[in-house]
Protein backbone atom coordinates (compact mmCIF):
# COMPACT_ATOMS: atom_id res chain seq x y z
CA UNK A 1 0.00 0.00 0.00
CA UNK A 2 1.72 3.26 -0.97
CA UNK A 3 1.75 6.23 1.61
CA UNK A 4 -1.20 8.24 -0.41
CA UNK A 5 -3.87 5.05 -0.27
CA UNK A 6 -2.61 4.31 3.39
CA UNK A 7 -3.92 7.70 4.11
CA UNK A 8 -7.20 7.71 1.91
CA UNK A 9 -8.01 4.18 3.97
CA UNK A 10 -7.51 5.97 7.04
CA UNK A 11 -9.78 8.92 6.37
CA UNK A 12 -12.33 6.43 5.10
CA UNK A 13 -11.98 5.06 8.39
CA UNK A 14 -12.53 7.90 10.36
CA UNK A 15 -15.62 9.04 8.35
CA UNK A 16 -17.52 6.01 8.97
CA UNK A 17 -18.48 7.98 12.07
CA UNK A 18 -20.61 10.29 10.77
CA UNK A 19 -22.00 7.62 7.84
CA UNK A 20 -25.77 8.05 7.44
CA UNK A 21 -27.49 5.24 8.20
CA UNK A 22 -31.06 4.74 5.97
CA UNK A 23 -33.53 2.26 6.93
CA UNK A 24 -36.64 1.31 4.50
CA UNK A 25 -39.71 -0.02 6.32
CA UNK A 26 -41.30 -1.69 2.81
CA UNK A 27 -43.32 -4.87 1.77
CA UNK A 28 -40.33 -4.59 -1.00
CA UNK A 29 -37.14 -4.21 0.39
CA UNK A 30 -35.36 -6.11 -1.89
CA UNK A 31 -35.99 -3.38 -4.52
CA UNK A 32 -34.17 -0.86 -2.61
CA UNK A 33 -31.38 -2.68 -1.91
CA UNK A 34 -30.80 -3.32 -5.83
CA UNK A 35 -31.45 0.54 -6.85
CA UNK A 36 -29.48 1.31 -4.29
CA UNK A 37 -26.21 -1.11 -5.80
CA UNK A 38 -25.02 0.40 -8.28
CA UNK A 39 -22.79 3.66 -9.41
CA UNK A 40 -22.44 6.19 -6.51
CA UNK A 41 -24.89 4.67 -4.38
CA UNK A 42 -23.52 1.19 -4.56
CA UNK A 43 -19.47 2.53 -3.79
CA UNK A 44 -20.95 5.03 -1.35
CA UNK A 45 -22.28 1.70 0.53
CA UNK A 46 -19.30 0.09 -0.09
CA UNK A 47 -16.87 2.96 1.11
CA UNK A 48 -19.11 2.90 4.28
CA UNK A 49 -20.58 6.23 4.08
CA UNK A 50 -23.88 5.06 3.69
CA UNK A 51 -25.69 1.82 5.53
CA UNK A 52 -29.07 0.88 4.03
CA UNK A 53 -31.16 -2.24 5.63
CA UNK A 54 -34.53 -3.41 4.65
CA UNK A 55 -37.23 -3.78 6.98
CA UNK A 56 -40.03 -6.05 5.99
CA UNK A 57 -43.27 -5.44 8.16
CA UNK A 58 -44.46 -9.19 7.04
CA UNK A 59 -41.92 -10.49 9.10
CA UNK A 60 -43.58 -8.75 12.09
CA UNK A 61 -47.39 -9.24 11.57
CA UNK A 62 -48.74 -12.06 13.23
CA UNK A 63 -51.55 -14.78 12.81
CA UNK A 64 -51.54 -17.45 10.23
CA UNK A 65 -51.88 -15.29 7.25
CA UNK A 66 -48.98 -12.54 8.55
CA UNK A 67 -51.28 -9.94 7.43
CA UNK A 68 -50.18 -6.61 6.79
CA UNK A 69 -53.38 -4.97 5.64
CA UNK A 70 -57.19 -4.61 5.81
CA UNK A 71 -59.85 -3.20 4.33
CA UNK A 72 -61.10 0.63 5.03
CA UNK A 73 -63.61 1.87 7.78
CA UNK A 74 -66.23 3.54 6.05
CA UNK A 75 -65.76 1.75 2.87
CA UNK A 76 -64.55 2.33 -0.45
CA UNK A 77 -61.50 0.58 -3.02
CA UNK A 78 -58.50 -0.27 -1.90
CA UNK A 79 -56.90 -1.60 1.39
CA UNK A 80 -54.70 0.31 4.16
CA UNK A 81 -51.59 -0.88 5.68
CA UNK A 82 -52.04 -2.18 9.65
CA UNK A 83 -51.58 -0.32 12.66
CA UNK A 84 -49.29 -3.19 14.45
CA UNK A 85 -47.55 -4.74 12.01
CA UNK A 86 -45.86 -1.06 10.99
CA UNK A 87 -45.65 -0.26 14.64
CA UNK A 88 -43.46 -3.35 15.41
CA UNK A 89 -41.22 -3.32 12.30
CA UNK A 90 -40.25 0.64 13.28
CA UNK A 91 -39.85 0.11 16.76
CA UNK A 92 -37.24 -3.22 15.32
CA UNK A 93 -35.79 -0.59 13.19
CA UNK A 94 -35.09 1.97 15.59
CA UNK A 95 -33.82 -0.78 18.07
CA UNK A 96 -31.30 -1.72 16.03
CA UNK A 97 -29.44 1.62 16.35
CA UNK A 98 -28.67 3.93 19.08
CA UNK A 99 -28.76 6.88 16.62
CA UNK A 100 -32.00 9.17 16.84
CA UNK A 101 -33.97 8.51 13.05
CA UNK A 102 -36.05 10.74 11.45
CA UNK A 103 -38.90 9.43 10.27
CA UNK A 104 -40.11 10.00 6.42
CA UNK A 105 -43.56 8.48 4.89
CA UNK A 106 -43.16 8.71 1.29
CA UNK A 107 -46.38 9.84 0.16
CA UNK A 108 -47.78 12.03 -2.53
CA UNK A 109 -49.68 14.00 0.02
CA UNK A 110 -46.25 14.77 1.10
CA UNK A 111 -44.31 18.23 1.36
CA UNK A 112 -42.29 18.12 -2.48
CA UNK A 113 -38.89 16.70 -2.24
CA UNK A 114 -36.68 19.47 -3.13
CA UNK A 115 -32.33 19.47 -3.24
CA UNK A 116 -32.89 22.33 -0.06
CA UNK A 117 -34.52 19.06 1.92
CA UNK A 118 -31.91 16.79 0.52
CA UNK A 119 -29.40 18.45 1.72
CA UNK A 120 -30.79 18.57 5.11
CA UNK A 121 -31.44 15.16 5.34
CA UNK A 122 -27.91 14.09 4.13
CA UNK A 123 -26.52 16.20 7.42
CA UNK A 124 -28.57 13.64 9.87
CA UNK A 125 -27.11 10.62 11.24
CA UNK A 126 -30.13 8.72 10.79
CA UNK A 127 -33.65 8.55 8.57
CA UNK A 128 -36.11 5.91 8.26
CA UNK A 129 -38.39 5.66 5.16
CA UNK A 130 -41.62 3.91 5.40
CA UNK A 131 -43.29 2.68 2.16
CA UNK A 132 -47.01 2.33 2.02
CA UNK A 133 -48.63 -0.22 -0.73
CA UNK A 134 -52.40 -0.47 -1.67
CA UNK A 135 -54.17 2.84 -0.40
CA UNK A 136 -51.59 4.19 2.46
CA UNK A 137 -51.11 3.28 6.09
CA UNK A 138 -53.61 3.94 9.04
CA UNK A 139 -53.47 7.89 9.74
CA UNK A 140 -53.12 7.02 13.59
CA UNK A 141 -49.51 6.02 12.61
CA UNK A 142 -48.78 8.64 10.95
CA UNK A 143 -49.62 11.30 13.66
CA UNK A 144 -47.64 9.20 16.28
CA UNK A 145 -44.78 7.47 14.50
CA UNK A 146 -44.12 9.99 11.44
CA UNK A 147 -41.76 13.10 11.42
CA UNK A 148 -42.55 14.26 8.02
CA UNK A 149 -44.38 13.44 4.84
CA UNK A 150 -41.88 13.81 1.46
CA UNK A 151 -43.84 13.18 -2.26
CA UNK A 152 -41.00 13.30 -5.09
CA UNK A 153 -43.74 14.89 -7.25
CA UNK A 154 -47.57 15.55 -8.11
CA UNK A 155 -48.07 11.91 -9.30
CA UNK A 156 -49.35 8.47 -8.22
CA UNK A 157 -47.45 5.67 -7.63
CA UNK A 158 -47.85 2.09 -6.90
CA UNK A 159 -45.81 2.38 -3.78
CA UNK A 160 -43.30 4.11 -1.97
CA UNK A 161 -40.54 1.75 -2.58
CA UNK A 162 -39.54 4.33 -6.11
CA UNK A 163 -39.67 7.74 -4.03
CA UNK A 164 -37.27 6.20 -1.47
CA UNK A 165 -34.80 4.98 -4.08
CA UNK A 166 -34.72 8.09 -4.79
CA UNK A 167 -34.27 9.87 -1.83
CA UNK A 168 -31.82 7.53 -0.73
CA UNK A 169 -29.53 8.44 -4.35
CA UNK A 170 -30.14 11.44 -3.68
CA UNK A 171 -28.90 11.64 0.02
CA UNK A 172 -25.89 9.05 -0.41
CA UNK A 173 -24.27 10.92 -3.79
CA UNK A 174 -24.49 13.81 -0.98
CA UNK A 175 -22.04 12.53 1.39
CA UNK A 176 -18.56 13.20 2.05
CA UNK A 177 -16.27 11.30 -0.56
CA UNK A 178 -19.50 9.89 -2.35
CA UNK A 179 -18.72 11.02 -5.30
CA UNK A 180 -15.08 11.20 -7.14
CA UNK A 181 -14.81 14.91 -8.09
CA UNK A 182 -16.04 16.88 -4.80
CA UNK A 183 -16.99 20.15 -7.75
CA UNK A 184 -19.45 17.85 -9.70
CA UNK A 185 -22.15 18.08 -6.44
CA UNK A 186 -21.69 22.01 -6.02
CA UNK A 187 -22.35 22.48 -10.07
CA UNK A 188 -24.88 20.29 -10.07
CA UNK A 189 -28.43 21.80 -10.95
CA UNK A 190 -29.83 23.45 -7.81
CA UNK A 191 -26.61 23.20 -5.97
CA UNK A 192 -25.36 27.00 -5.01
CA UNK A 193 -27.74 29.40 -6.59
CA UNK A 194 -30.56 27.35 -7.84
CA UNK A 195 -30.21 27.21 -10.87
CA UNK A 196 -30.58 24.89 -13.91
CA UNK A 197 -27.19 22.93 -14.68
CA UNK A 198 -25.87 24.10 -18.41
CA UNK A 199 -24.95 21.99 -21.18
CA UNK A 200 -22.27 19.91 -21.55
CA UNK A 201 -20.47 18.22 -24.25
CA UNK A 202 -17.12 15.73 -25.55
CA UNK A 203 -15.78 14.99 -28.12
CA UNK A 204 -15.79 14.23 -31.35
CA UNK A 205 -15.81 18.32 -31.71
CA UNK A 206 -17.39 18.14 -35.15
CA UNK A 207 -20.32 15.62 -35.35
CA UNK A 208 -23.20 14.78 -38.28
CA UNK A 209 -25.61 16.19 -35.15
CA UNK A 210 -23.34 19.70 -34.94
CA UNK A 211 -20.68 21.02 -33.25
CA UNK A 212 -19.63 21.86 -30.16
CA UNK A 213 -19.71 25.88 -29.21
CA UNK A 214 -16.12 27.47 -29.76
CA UNK A 215 -15.94 28.88 -26.67
CA UNK A 216 -15.57 25.52 -24.56
CA UNK A 217 -12.72 25.39 -26.88
CA UNK A 218 -11.07 28.61 -26.62
CA UNK A 219 -9.23 27.97 -23.58
CA UNK A 220 -10.17 30.84 -21.97
CA UNK A 221 -11.52 30.00 -18.64
CA UNK A 222 -13.26 33.34 -17.83
CA UNK A 223 -15.28 33.11 -20.96
CA UNK A 224 -16.19 29.61 -20.27
CA UNK A 225 -17.58 30.77 -17.10
CA UNK A 226 -19.54 33.58 -18.52
CA UNK A 227 -20.97 31.50 -21.33
CA UNK A 228 -21.93 28.58 -18.92
CA UNK A 229 -23.36 30.75 -16.36
CA UNK A 230 -25.65 32.51 -19.10
CA UNK A 231 -26.74 29.07 -20.19
CA UNK A 232 -28.20 28.43 -16.94
CA UNK A 233 -29.67 31.58 -16.62
CA UNK A 234 -31.67 31.00 -19.80
CA UNK A 235 -32.46 27.49 -19.84
CA UNK A 236 -33.83 28.06 -16.10
CA UNK A 237 -35.82 30.94 -17.61
CA UNK A 238 -36.93 29.12 -20.24
CA UNK A 239 -37.98 25.63 -18.62
CA UNK A 240 -38.70 26.73 -15.15
CA UNK A 241 -39.25 30.42 -14.87
CA UNK A 242 -40.69 29.88 -11.05
CA UNK A 243 -37.12 29.29 -9.78
CA UNK A 244 -35.24 32.39 -10.84
CA UNK A 245 -36.59 35.75 -9.78
CA UNK A 246 -35.19 38.05 -12.55
CA UNK A 247 -35.68 41.55 -10.69
CA UNK A 248 -33.04 39.64 -8.15
CA UNK A 249 -30.81 39.26 -10.23
CA UNK A 250 -27.27 40.76 -10.00
CA UNK A 251 -25.89 42.85 -12.68
CA UNK A 252 -23.62 40.62 -14.40
CA UNK A 253 -26.32 38.20 -14.56
CA UNK A 254 -29.19 40.86 -15.88
CA UNK A 255 -26.08 41.69 -18.43
CA UNK A 256 -24.95 38.23 -19.66
CA UNK A 257 -29.19 37.39 -20.54
CA UNK A 258 -29.61 41.23 -21.85
CA UNK A 259 -26.65 39.68 -24.34
CA UNK A 260 -28.16 36.47 -24.62
CA UNK A 261 -31.25 38.37 -26.01
CA UNK A 262 -29.46 40.74 -28.10
CA UNK A 263 -28.41 37.92 -29.88
CA UNK A 264 -31.69 36.12 -30.25
CA UNK A 265 -33.08 39.67 -31.93
CA UNK A 266 -35.81 39.93 -28.74
N1 LIG B 1 -46.05 7.05 -3.15
C1 LIG B 1 -46.90 7.05 -4.19
N2 LIG B 1 -46.75 8.11 -4.96
C2 LIG B 1 -45.72 8.85 -4.41
C3 LIG B 1 -45.10 10.08 -4.74
N3 LIG B 1 -45.48 10.79 -5.81
N4 LIG B 1 -44.13 10.50 -3.94
C4 LIG B 1 -43.76 9.81 -2.85
N5 LIG B 1 -44.31 8.65 -2.50
C5 LIG B 1 -45.30 8.17 -3.26
Known amino acids: MTSESASNHESRITNHDDAIRIDVVSL?????????????????RERGLLS?????????????????????????????????????TLAAARAADPAPARV?????QGRPLTQAKVRE???LPRLILLCGRYEGVDERLLASEVDEELSIGDYVLSGG????????????????????DVESAVQDSFEGDGLLDCPHYTRPV?????RVPDVLL??????????????SLVRTLERRPEL???????????????????????
Open 104 to 108: IYMSP
Open 218 to 231: SGNHAEIAKWRRQQ
Open 28 to 44: FPDFIDQAAAVGVVGRA
Open 161 to 180: ELAAAVVVDAVARLQDGALG
Open 52 to 88: LEGWNPRDYATGNYRRVDDRPFGGGPGMVMLLDPLLA
Open 244 to 266: VDEAALGKADRRLLAAWRAGQGD
Open 121 to 123: LAQ
Open 206 to 210: EHALG
